[in-house]
């Protein structure tokens, strides 16, 4: 286990599980609960002895040692949140190790290699659309069934059901039926855990990223963090892209926020809580994603990314 004695910040004393912290943006909101002082549980498959299905290199190992260096403490535990044994066994750890759960991150995905876009239901490769269903809705009810009873045991705990898209943007058939209700499936989970939290003074919110500047989404485009711009050539509206840290520390900034009970059942986007609470994105911009779709891409404005940055 890594510790840290020095950590500081308005989440210090509190306890958090990231459930898909392997990579992208729930590596980053793992980061960002540690920069701000809470003890973070990271979850997921792939570890430095084995890759899960996605196939990619990032490890949760990797996760728990950059949220010990932002300050917190990082606490890695390889996890199938599709197998309620290990999820029981996860939530026992935490209860037996730290007695609390302050927040609860569900941000189990890793089904984008399973997508066939612009295919009726009929012809869809049955298998991928009913994993996806397993991977996106069914991890987190899981998940949920096993960390509430922790959560609740104080008042004040906090759920983000992490997702892509607004409800707004999701009102929209988003392609692929499979696909469109596990990304509109969480939004309706944060509603319901809203109504059976708020007795207990718990908070549920469901929480997008815009277009989110990913490690697969760099390598799908060829660049890095330090040249994603490069990639504005191929894709114009990748003009408007937002790194990890963005929803990081949207969630940091709810996580430590004690009049966020105001937000439960909301559906909410990074771009809605950076202007609410103030922060930017690593570079210094507040990228307002849906706003830019709504009005540029769906809507025929001219305007410039720039202009929602």
């Given at each position: 286990?890594?510790?840290?004695?020095?950590?500081?910040?308005?989440?210090?004393?509190?306890?958090?599980?990231?459930?898909?912290?392997?990579?992208?943006?729930?590596?980053?909101?793992?980061?960002?609960?540690?920069?701000?002082?809470?003890?973070?549980?990271?979850?997921?498959?792939?570890?430095?002895e084995h890759r899960s299905e996605v196939g990619r290199a990032e490890?949760?190992?990797?996760?728990?040692?950059?949220?010990?260096?932002?300050?917190?403490?990082?606490?890695?535990?390889?996890?199938?949140?599709?197998?309620?044994?290990?999820?029981?066994?996860?939530?026992?750890?935490?209860?037996?190790?730290?007695?609390?759960?302050?927040?609860?991150?569900?941000?189990?995905?890793?089904?984008?290699?399973?997508?066939?876009?612009?295919?009726?239901?009929?012809?869809?490769?049955?298998?991928?659309?009913?994993?996806?269903?397993?991977?996106?809705?069914?991890?987190?009810?899981?998940?949920?069934?096993?960390?509430?009873?922790?959560?609740?045991?104080?008042?004040?705990?906090?759920?983000?059901?992490?997702?892509?898209?607004?409800?707004?943007?999701?009102?929209?058939?988003?392609?692929?039926?499979?696909?469109?209700?596990?990304?509109?499936?969480?939004?309706?989970?944060?509603?319901?855990?809203?109504?059976?939290?708020?007795?207990?003074?718990?908070?549920?919110?469901?929480?997008?990223?815009?277009?989110?500047?990913?490690?697969?989404?760099?390598?799908?485009?060829?660049?890095?963090?330090?040249?994603?711009?490069?990639?504005?050539?191929?894709?114009?509206?990748?003009?408007?892209?937002?790194?990890?840290?963005?929803?990081?520390?949207?969630?940091?900034?709810?996580?430590?926020?004690?009049?966020?009970?105001?937000?439960?059942?909301?559906?909410?986007?990074?771009?809605?809580?950076?202007?609410?609470?103030?922060?930017?994105?690593?570079?210094?911009?507040?990228?307002?994603?849906?706003?830019?779709?709504?009005?540029?891409?769906?809507?025929?404005?001219?305007?410039?990314?720039?202009?929602?940055?």
């Open positions: 286990m890594n510790t840290r004695s020095t950590a500081s910040g308005p989440l210090v004393g509190k306890v958090a599980l990231v459930a898909g912290a392997t990579r992208g943006a729930g590596r980053a909101m793992a980061v960002a609960l540690g920069e701000a002082g809470a003890t973070v549980y990271a979850t997921g498959r792939t570890t430095r490890t949760i190992e990797e996760t728990a040692e950059l949220v010990t260096a932002a300050g917190g403490t990082g606490i890695a535990v390889p996890t199938d949140h599709l197998e309620p044994d290990q999820v029981r066994a996860l939530v026992e750890r935490i209860d037996r190790e730290r007695g609390r759960l302050d927040v609860l991150v569900n941000d189990v995905w890793g089904g984008d290699h399973l997508l066939e876009f612009d295919t009726k239901v009929w012809e869809v490769d049955l298998a991928k659309g009913l994993r996806m269903l397993r991977l996106s809705l069914e991890t987190h009810a899981i998940t949920s069934h096993y960390a509430l009873p922790l959560l609740i045991r104080r008042p004040g705990g906090l759920v983000v059901e992490i997702t892509d898209g607004t409800e707004e943007f999701n009102a929209a058939y988003r392609g692929n039926l499979f696909f469109d209700l596990a990304k509109y499936g969480p939004i309706r989970m944060a509603r319901g855990l809203a109504e059976e939290l708020k007795d207990h003074g718990g908070t549920a919110v469901s929480l997008t990223p815009g277009f989110l500047r990913s490690e697969e989404m760099l390598d799908h485009f060829g660049v890095t963090e330090e040249t994603w711009r490069d990639a504005v050539s191929k894709d114009p509206h990748f003009a408007i892209a937002e790194s990890p840290a963005f929803i990081g520390r949207a969630v940091a900034h709810l996580a430590a926020d004690p009049d966020r009970g105001r937000w439960n059942g909301a559906s909410l986007s990074s771009g809605e809580l950076a202007r609410a609470y103030g922060f930017t994105d690593a570079d210094g911009s507040r990228p307002d994603c849906f706003a830019y779709f709504r009005d540029v891409v769906f809507g025929g404005k001219r305007a410039p990314a720039a202009d929602y940055r």
